[in-house]
């Protein structure tokens, strides 16, 4: 083929090259945000942990999915029953069902009244035994080291057994031996277990507080001074670790005993109320959170 020939063969090319349809790039597609993590801390409270009871019902009925799960004393025993699975109107048949006497367990030379086993079995025999990283949510029970003072957060092993540990109100229970250490309840230290929420990665905690608030009256007994000052200082030890929560949700039962458990029905149906009267704050830190997750990050 002559030298022109070729060249004009190789413009021709070209040309019809530069005729090629142009083609927009594809817009890149942002990922969509990300579900925030929600926390559910559950504080103690003796009886009147019922009242968590009430305010799962309410959040299953609103739409907000739990993902992780803290307890503390009796919020771990409701904790440990929601994360293996229970829903709230299974944690409600169980509870009506429950005889106080099936969790006491009278033994008067352990430094405590109540040595603690029934309980523990009865959480284990709820949750099929399985340890606390078998569970259907993640889980962590708060308790106490009796020997350092340090907060332990339980978040593998015997599930009934931590919660046992969790529970072990000082001279009512016996302390709980675990791997050689003893370990009494989680509200020594941890009245509301926001942090251990936090822990187990959550975003967003909703804390439930039940504890007893002091009323204003002044007690006149030695025992009313003391027990009086012990609530002083849980409400100050608490309120530090409630202004990381990102929401609180108070139920009230302050007019309800630790003992109460003939209060049940009144415990539960506080928890729905608090619960209930929370659900538009909820919504507005999960949008929040969905909107701006470094913020909360930072939280």
């Not at 949510?137 to 599930?159: E, I, M, N």
């Not at 504890?211 to 007690?219: E, F, N």
């Given at each position: 083929?002559?030298?022109?020939?070729?060249?004009?063969?190789?413009?021709?090319?070209?040309?019809?090259?530069?005729?090629?349809?142009?083609?927009?790039?594809?817009?890149?597609?942002p990922p969509?945000?990300?579900?925030p993590?929600?926390?559910?801390?559950?504080?103690?409270?003796?009886?009147?942990?019922?009242?968590h009871?009430?305010?799962?019902?309410?959040?299953?009925?609103?739409?907000?999915?739990?993902?992780?799960?803290?307890?503390?004393?009796?919020?771990?025993?409701?904790?440990?029953?929601?994360?293996?699975?229970?829903?709230?109107f299974?944690?409600?048949?169980?509870?009506?069902?429950?005889?106080?006497?099936?969790?006491?367990?009278?033994?008067?030379?352990?430094?405590?009244?109540?040595?603690?086993?029934?309980?523990?079995?009865?959480?284990?025999?709820?949750?099929?035994g399985?340890?606390?990283?078998?569970?259907?949510?993640?889980?962590?029970?708060?308790?106490?080291?009796?020997?350092?003072?340090?907060?332990?957060?339980?978040?593998?092993?015997?599930?009934?057994?931590?919660?046992?540990?969790?529970?072990?109100?000082?001279?009512?229970?016996?302390?709980?031996?675990i791997?050689?250490?003893?370990?009494?309840?989680?509200?020594?230290v941890?009245?509301?277990?926001?942090?251990?929420?936090?822990?187990?990665?959550?975003?967003?905690?909703?804390?439930?507080?039940?504890?007893?608030?002091?009323?204003?009256?002044?007690?006149?007994?030695?025992?009313?001074?003391?027990?009086?000052?012990?609530?002083?200082?849980?409400?100050h030890?608490?309120?530090q670790?409630?202004?990381?929560?990102?929401?609180?949700?108070?139920?009230?039962v302050?007019?309800?005993?630790?003992?109460?458990?003939?209060?049940?029905?009144?415990?539960i149906?506080?928890?729905e109320?608090?619960?209930?009267?929370?659900?538009?704050?909820?919504?507005?830190?999960?949008?929040?959170?969905?909107?701006?997750?470094?913020?909360?990050?930072?939280?």
């Open positions: 083929m002559a030298p022109r020939t070729r060249s004009l063969l190789l413009l021709l090319t070209l040309a019809l090259a530069g005729c090629a349809p142009w083609r927009r790039p594809a817009p890149t597609v969509p945000p990300r579900k993590v929600i926390g559910l801390a559950l504080g103690g409270g003796a009886a009147k942990g019922f009242a009871i009430g305010v799962i019902k309410m959040l299953e009925a609103s739409g907000i999915h739990v993902d992780v799960v803290a307890g503390t004393s009796a919020g771990s025993v409701v904790g440990a029953l929601y994360a293996g699975g229970m829903d709230a299974a944690l409600q048949q169980a509870a009506l069902a429950l005889d106080e006497d099936a969790l006491r367990d009278v033994h008067l030379f352990g430094g405590g009244l109540v040595q603690g086993r029934k309980l523990q079995d009865y959480v284990d025999g709820l949750v099929q399985r340890p606390i990283e078998r569970l259907k949510r993640p889980f962590a029970a708060v308790a106490t080291d009796l020997a350092s003072g340090q907060r332990v957060v339980f978040t593998h092993g015997d599930t009934g057994l931590a919660v046992r540990a969790s529970c072990s109100v000082p001279g009512v229970f016996e302390p709980a031996a791997g050689g250490r003893r370990y009494v309840d989680g509200g020594v941890s009245p509301v277990p926001v942090d251990a929420a936090r822990q187990l990665g959550a975003d967003v905690v909703i804390a439930v507080d039940i504890s007893t608030r002091s009323d204003g009256r002044l007690p006149t007994d030695m025992l009313g001074i003391l027990g009086r000052s012990v609530v002083i200082m849980g409400q030890l608490g309120a670790e409630l202004a990381r929560a990102d929401v609180v949700i108070r139920p009230q302050d007019a309800l005993g630790a003992a109460d458990f003939a209060q049940k029905d009144r415990a149906l506080e928890g109320r608090a619960a209930l009267a929370a659900v538009p704050l909820i919504r507005a830190r999960l949008a929040a959170a969905q909107a701006a997750p470094a913020a909360v990050a930072s939280h």
